[in-house]
């Protein structure tokens, strides 16, 4: 049973995989949105789509500050009773003394910066109003360190440590954080998944799927999501395991394969 229902919601990074599922579950679900990204075009598509609820459309680049700022003044303006922080980037993956330097930077602001704050932007109305949501988009990455995906990996060390410390200052409040924190998923992030219905494929999720579970989630008011049983498991054993030895596994594994 639901205990939590939003009539509006903004969403970053909406023009393509689990953004653009997070729009049409809350169109299902009766909600207004406001989705966000570079892509115009891609976001066009998705509210000409969507029939049944209003969608505003944004177009902010949320590596720079006056994107940043653009939806902060927008938020202002409009405010939304559920925020959802999904925008984000893994870079593609290399050693980190090989990798651009200005593309690790617009990780960090993208993945750190932006999410730090467009959930400033909103926390304080929400808390003046006595309701709202705040959904942020981690990743099983950030739960220990991660060669090839050095940055990427440690802004969602970032965005979960973040999320956890504003859910506990928030307890009471009326507004409720959540975290998501999926595995692999078949998105445009990841263009070279195996094929589904390979071994591999089997623990792959979908972004509909994940879009889904993160938001009944939040529905119940619950702080962490992670969908897939298997998914579960693994988060469980990494966090409940000494750092020490998961520092060593890991640092023997490279996922980026660089
Ligand atoms: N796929 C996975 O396996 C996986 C696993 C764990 C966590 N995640 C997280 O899930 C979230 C969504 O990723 P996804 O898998 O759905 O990947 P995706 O399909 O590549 O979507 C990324 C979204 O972020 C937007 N974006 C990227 N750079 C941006 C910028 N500078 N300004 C504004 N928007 C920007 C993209 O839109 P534009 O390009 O149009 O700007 C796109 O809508 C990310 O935070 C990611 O870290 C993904």
Same mark, same amino acid.
Do not use: N, T, Y
């Given at each position: 049973m639901a205990r939590y229902s939003f009539t509006s919601a903004l969403v970053t990074g909406?023009?393509?995989g689990i953004g653009w599922e997070y729009a049409q579950e809350l169109a299902r679900r009766g909600t207004e949105i406001t989705v966000v990204a570079r892509r115009t075009e891609r976001l066009d598509e998705l509210a000409k789509g969507i029939r049944n609820v209003k969608v505003n459309v944004i177009t902010a680049d949320l590596c720079s500050e006056e994107g940043v700022a653009a939806v902060e003044q927008r938020l202002a303006e409009s405010p939304v009773e559920l925020l959802i922080n999904n925008a984000g980037a893994? +870079? +593609? %993956? %290399?050693a980190f003394a090989a990798r651009p330097p200005e593309q690790e930077a617009g990780m960090v602001r993208l993945n750190v910066l932006a999410l730090v704050r467009l959930t400033r932007a909103v926390v304080e109305p929400m808390v003046a109003a006595g309701k709202g949501g705040i959904l942020n988009v981690s990743s099983l990455a950030g739960d220990q360190p991660l060669r090839g995906f050095v940055t990427y990996a440690a802004t969602k060390a970032f965005v979960s440590t973040f999320t956890e410390g504003l859910a506990a200052e928030l307890r009471g409040t009326g507004v409720h954080v959540t975290l998501l924190k999926p595995g692999y998923v078949y998105t445009e992030m990841n263009p070279n998944g195996p094929d589904p219905s390979s071994l591999s494929g089997r623990f792959w999720l979908t972004p509909q799927a994940v879009a889904k579970a993160s938001l009944d989630a939040v529905e119940r008011g619950r702080l962490m999501s992670v969908p897939g049983l298997h998914y579960r498991a693994a988060s469980g054993l990494v966090n409940a395991l000494p750092h020490q030895l998961v520092r060593a596994v890991v640092s023997r594994v490279d996922p980026s394969g660089s």
């Open positions: 909406a023009s393509s893994d +870079g +593609g %993956g %290399g």
